[in-house]
């Protein structure tokens, strides 16, 4: 009998061909033609995105901002007010209670920051219509704050400037008496009352001189000076609000987005059943 040739049998056959793509999936190709195809659309809705954020930037309200630096006064080394405190408070004097008011008003109050590093630095923000609104505006909020800060501070220097004439008085008089009772005792230097008595009022002397000095250099310069403005209000003819350039890129970025998911939804309504 003629052998017949099984050699392929039981061997598992190559595929022919690749797999196909699912229907489902796209290929970047086919992307690129189906947007090439579209190019119109999604050129319109670019243009159409474009052309609304133009209409916003033109109408929305253009808002400018002015800054300056404020180190509140100090006594003895110790603040004259709080930074937190001072700076919700200008927040509160300054900002409309209703909030729709609050939003609408113009120039306002934008901003006080105490410093992270000291509390006692105070950077304040305004904004107005224009530069010089803003500008304006920001002056006068430091001009009375810096005269009502002035006022405590002045409160604050008087007392203790009070308290250190009471100290030097003290102190001259009982060094009169004392050098007045020491000419005495050349007299009589067998009164042992008389020398410690002496001995009594040179400490105290001692103790005042040393409260004096140390009241002395806390009314120090260095210690105690009133609160100034360190940057005077300065404004950027840059305005803050609206982002004209930033808003255009994201509306180019958000029509080009939106054109290639119209051009691929119509694609796949006109796309014929296989």
Avoid: H
């Amino acid at each position: 009998m003629p052998l017949e040739d099984n050699t392929g049998a039981g061997q598992p056959q190559r595929a022919n061909a690749a797999t196909p793509i699912s229907e489902d999936e796209i290929s970047l190709q086919d992307l690129w033609e189906i947007i090439a195809k579209r190019k119109w659309l999604v050129f319109l809705s670019m243009v159409v995105c474009l052309g609304l954020a133009a209409v916003y930037v033109s109408l929305a309200r253009t808002i400018y901002e002015s800054k300056a630096v404020v180190q509140i006064g100090k006594v003895a080394g110790q603040p004259v007010d709080n930074g937190l405190q001072l700076a919700n408070r200008l927040m509160n004097q300054y900002t409309p209670v209703n909030t729709v008011q609050a939003k609408k008003q113009m120039p306002k109050l934008y901003a006080v920051t105490p410093d992270k590093a000291d509390g006692s630095i105070l950077t304040l923000e305004a904004q107005g219509r224009s530069p010089q609104e803003a500008q304006q505006y920001l002056q006068g909020v430091i001009q009375r704050l810096l005269a009502e800060d002035q006022q405590r501070y002045q409160q604050i220097v008087g007392t203790r400037q009070a308290q250190l004439t009471q100290l030097q008085a003290l102190y001259q008089g009982m060094r009169t008496s004392l050098d007045t009772k020491s000419g005495k005792g050349q007299v009589d230097s067998t009164s042992a009352l008389l020398l410690l008595e002496q001995s009594r009022r040179s400490d105290a002397l001692t103790n005042i001189q040393a409260a004096i000095a140390k009241m002395e250099n806390a009314l120090a310069p260095n210690n105690t000076s009133p609160t100034i403005q360190t940057l005077s209000p300065r404004y950027d003819p840059i305005p803050v609000a609206p982002k004209r350039g930033l808003i255009l890129v994201l509306a180019g970025l958000g029509g080009l987005m939106l054109g290639v998911f119209l051009a691929l939804l119509q694609n796949a309504f006109r796309k014929e059943p296989a």
